[in-house]
């Protein structure tokens, strides 16, 4: 089902997108 498929897909996104702001911070000095 389109419904499942795209719960699935948002979960995967968050996920990229937590390893993502990781890289990044052990990339660049954090300033917050």
Request: charged residues 35%; proline residues 3%; contains cysteine.
């Amino acid at each position: 089902e389109m419904h499942e498929h795209c719960r699935i897909c948002a979960e995967e996104c968050r996920r990229c997108e937590n390893a993502c702001r990781e890289a990044a911070s052990s990339i660049t000095p954090s300033r917050h």
